[in-house]
């Protein structure tokens, strides 16, 4: 980088960005990571265009900049990811929370209000947080999280002292086997690609962790099939089952918590009008 000024580094920043066909909102990307190397928020990057960076700031931008040419998703640069109004922290150890997901906190939240005591929630494949901790804001009271990976665990025990102030309970293992005890509401937001959807990803999300993103099985679905199962045992009298997963699962996974037994199954429709989340209550008759 020859260039120095604030206006000149963000000029060959999107250049670059454009150049390498990273994004579709270079402009946006490089006034971000301009940002991000020098703490100036877009009004004053406007305003000291003509500022010099000093020596380390432009280090810091060419190894930012380095980094995205590399696909790695903003969200990983940057350290963070807004999902439901709040800011998380994330990095390569989760997946970075989607838009898509907070159709899943919604049916959690317009269920947990429908219930006379505060129900107990449990989030499954936590991974960054995002779902159990927004709930636990929401509803001003703690969820418990569980997850795989111990890596994903360190993220949303970050996540949950940075917005609640406080840590939650953790637990590891797979799915809901380290639980003790029975919920009112099981959330899950688990893997569920099929090892093809996987490998058609892509570059940004081929970034993310695998363990999260494929569902095993050749419909995407065992690690589904596996929570369901483990929710028959981990379910209070009328308690909640509420998953989100692909569209093109939906009326198999219906049809699965149907055999099993729930009742009221049906799907909720995402942002982009796809089904997205699937969610049934396992009736007193079947568990008490
Ligand atoms: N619950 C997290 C999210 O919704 C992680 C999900 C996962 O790891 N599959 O982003």
């Not at 269920?111 to 005591?117: N, Q």
């Not at 936590?126 to 994903?152: F, H, K, N, P, Q």
């Not at 490998?199 to 679905?221: T, Y």
């Not at 199962?229 to 009326?251: F, P």
Request: charge should be negative.
């Amino acid at each position: 980088m020859v260039a120095k000024s604030v206006q000149e580094l963000k000029a060959y920043c999107l250049k670059s960005l454009q150049e390498h066909e990273i994004t579709d909102t270079p402009d946006l990307e490089a006034r971000l990571l301009m940002q991000k190397a020098t703490q100036m928020d877009q009004l004053q990057q406007i305003l000291h265009s003509d500022d010099l960076l000093t020596q380390e700031q432009i280090d810091t931008l060419h190894h930012l900049l380095e980094q995205r040419l590399a696909s790695i998703p903003m969200a990983y640069i940057l350290k963070e990811k807004e999902f439901y109004g709040r800011t998380f922290f994330v990095d390569q150890r989760v997946l970075i929370p989607r838009p898509d997901t907070e159709i899943l906190v919604e049916t959690a939240l317009n269920f947990a209000k429908t219930r006379e005591t505060p129900p107990n929630i449990i989030d499954v494949c936590t991974g960054s947080g995002c779902v159990g901790i927004t709930l636990s804001c929401e509803l001003g009271y703690d969820v418990t999280l569980s997850d795989l990976s111990d890596e994903a665990l360190q993220v949303s025990d970050i996540n949950a002292r940075s917005l609640l102030g406080h840590p939650l309970i953790l637990l590891k293992g797979n799915m809901l086997s380290p639980a003790q005890q029975k919920y009112d509401i099981i959330v899950s937001n688990p893997p569920y690609l099929t090892k093809a959807w996987c490998d058609e990803v892509s570059l940004d999300v081929q970034k993310e962790p695998r363990l999260a993103l494929e569902g095993f099985g050749e419909d995407g679905l065992d690690c589904i099939r596996t929570l369901i199962q483990q929710s028959l045992s981990h379910l209070q009298c009328d308690g909640a089952l509420i998953m989100e997963c692909d569209y093109r699962q939906v009326e198999e996974i219906k049809r699965l918590m149907i055999e099993k037994g729930f009742a009221k199954v049906e799907a909720v429709f995402d942002l982009a009008g796809l089904e997205r989340v699937v969610w049934g209550i396992l009736p007193c008759t079947n568990n008490c």
